[in-house]
Structure formats: C-alpha cells, structure tokens
C-alpha cells in the first residue's frame, strides 16, 4: 500500500481513491496462490485499509486460516488480522475458536499470547464457557506476560457475562498477592467492576489496597514502573479509585485510609502533571469517603496549588476539587454509629 501517498494526501476524497484502488488490488492478489510470506504481507494491508475505514472482508477467511499455521510469526499476523478486521458476531469467529481453545493451552508461550490478545476481541456471549476454564488455567502460569493477559482476558469475560466469574472471586483476589506488579495492577480493575456491582462483598479487601498503595508510595515495587519520578501512577489511581468506592458511607473502612491518603497526596505533590492527576483521584478519594476534618483541609492545601498555576486545565480541576470539599464541609455526613 503506498502510505507515504496516503500521508500526503489533503483530502479524505484523495484518499478513499488510493485506498479503493488498493482493496481491488488486494482482491485481486487473494485469487492467486500466495506463499505465506506473500500472504502475510496481504494480511497486513488488509488491516491497513480496514482501519481507515474500507472494507476488504475478501481477507477475513485467510487471516482466520492464518491463525491455524504451525508457523509462529504467521499465526501471529492471522490473530492479529482477526482481531482488527473481525468482531464477535461474525460468522467466521465460530472457526476460530476451536484454534483459541487449543492455543490457549499450548506448552509455547508466544501461541498462548497470541491467542490471549485476540480472545477479548472476538469472544462473544456463546463461546464464553468453552474458553473460560483454560483462561482460568492460566492464572497460575509461570510466565508472568501471560498471567497478566489472562487477567485481562478474563475481566473482558466479566463485563459481557458477569455470572461466569461468580464462583472464581477468589482465584483473582489471589492474582493481588502476585509476585509481578502488572498482574495485581490488571486484577484491580476485575475486582473494580466487580466491587461496583456488591460493594458489601469487597469491603473486606480495604486493608490491602491501603497495604498496596503504601507499599507503591513508599517506592518498594520496580522502578520499571515509575513514570516522571512517581511511582505507578496509574496503579495509585485505580486504588485511590476502589477506595473512595468501598469507603463511602463507611466510617470504620474509611478510618483505615486516612493515613495512606494523606501520604499519597504529600509524596505526589512534585509540581509535574502526572503527580496532579494522582493528588486530585486522592481528593475525590477524600471527598467521597467518609469525612475526616484534617484530611479535608490537608487536601485544601494541596488542591491549592491548582489554583494558583498557570495552566487553566489546572485551575478548573482545582476549582472543581475545592467545590468537592467545601461540598463535604457545608453537608457533613451523619455519623452511622
């Protein structure tokens, strides 16, 4: 495909035209025998005109084929192809599976992960229970890439049938204690959807996230994980998120969390845009739990510097903030006790 043409085009009409030109090129190459080579080049530009909006659907059959190719790096461009061409209802999904299930279950790790990233774009509601337990399986592999796809993996399973995860709560709270930190940190976001649907269920998971995130302020896992000098920033968000969730109306959850909170927002305050982000979650965490008078105003102090920037996406986060807390201060909560 000639991208450098396409880049230059100035006009979507100019390059509808390169691209129509293209996909019959392309339907014309699929008639001819292709070595696979010749055929996974095919595949890539079918992906191209596809993700700008052309249909080449005359390529779907041969990149579900693909997948089933003994050949590592050809398997990869069919799953890859799959997913970026096909959806869940599409009539060829029925003759992937099959080339899922098996590969999810291969002793080779790169056909695991191949699998595992094109299973949450193509798994619908029918084929969910025969790919379940061989995901499942794969919580306890011993190559940690491919435990954190799994994970993955499954928390697509749960947000299109949230009664098939019922009876593995357990097998995913286990994933928080995992050696590698991507693991815990893709199993947070699992345990959030499943925390928002029964936060009673999860209120005893509260003393590790508040072990966690001081652990991650306190610099203990990998600097890998640092971006900007703050540590998993991201991580720190998803936390701060589960917290202010089963902290609400929660005086003796909340009671646990004051110390952390307070400390997040004193380690982030570095003055660059990511330790913003980190400093305004913790006071929404604050905001929404329950109330604590010198935590609020601790919170105040730093939102101030919001205010007083330069930046106006900064100062209409800190207004924002600020109206949050006087919010809490003007309408305190009743005490449940």
């Not at 794969?138 to 009876?167: N, W």
Request: one cysteine or more; hydrophobic letters at 40%; a positive charge.
């Amino acid at each position: 495909m000639r991208s450098k043409s396409i880049g230059e085009c100035k006009s979507k009409q100019e390059e509808d035209k390169i691209l129509a030109s293209e996909v019959s090129t392309l339907k014309q190459i699929f008639t001819t025998q292709l070595t696979d080579k010749k055929l996974k080049e095919a595949l890539m530009r079918v992906m191209y005109a596809e993700m700008l909006g052309h249909h080449a659907d005359f390529g779907h059959i041969h990149a579900v084929n693909m997948t089933q190719k003994t050949n590592l790096v050809s398997k990869r461009v069919g799953y890859m192809a799959s997913a970026a061409c096909l959806h869940p209802g599409h009539e060829l999904v029925t003759l992937a599976v099959n080339t899922m299930r098996r590969d999810v279950a291969s002793s080779n790790h790169v056909e695991v992960c191949a699998a595992l990233i094109a299973i949450p774009k193509l798994v619908s509601k029918e084929f969910l229970p025969a790919l379940l337990q061989p995901v499942l399986a794969l919580l306890d592999h011993a190559m940690e890439a491919i435990r954190k796809k799994a994970v993955m993996v499954l928390h697509k399973f749960y947000t299109i049938e949230p009664e098939s995860m019922a009876s593995h709560t357990d097998k995913l709270r286990r994933a928080l204690c995992d050696k590698d930190p991507a693991v815990m940190g893709a199993a947070l976001y699992i345990l959030h959807a499943m925390a928002e649907q029964t936060p009673a269920h999860h209120k005893d998971l509260v003393p590790s996230y508040v072990s966690i995130l001081k652990q991650i302020t306190e610099h203990r896992l990998p600097s890998t994980f640092d971006y900007h000098r703050v540590p998993a920033p991201w991580i720190q968000i998803k936390l701060l998120k589960l917290l202010a969730l089963l902290g609400t109306n929660d005086q003796r959850a909340s009671e646990g969390m004051y110390e952390v909170l307070n400390d997040v927002m004193r380690r982030a305050d570095t003055g660059i845009n990511i330790g913003y982000a980190v400093i305004y979650d913790c006071v929404r965490t604050v905001t929404t739990i329950y109330p604590n008078i010198p935590l609020l105003e601790a919170a105040a102090g730093h939102i101030a510097r919001f205010v007083q920037s330069e930046n106006h996406n900064l100062k209409y986060l800190g207004i924002k903030a600020l109206a949050q807390i006087v919010q809490v201060r003007t309408n305190p909560r009743p005490n449940p006790n």
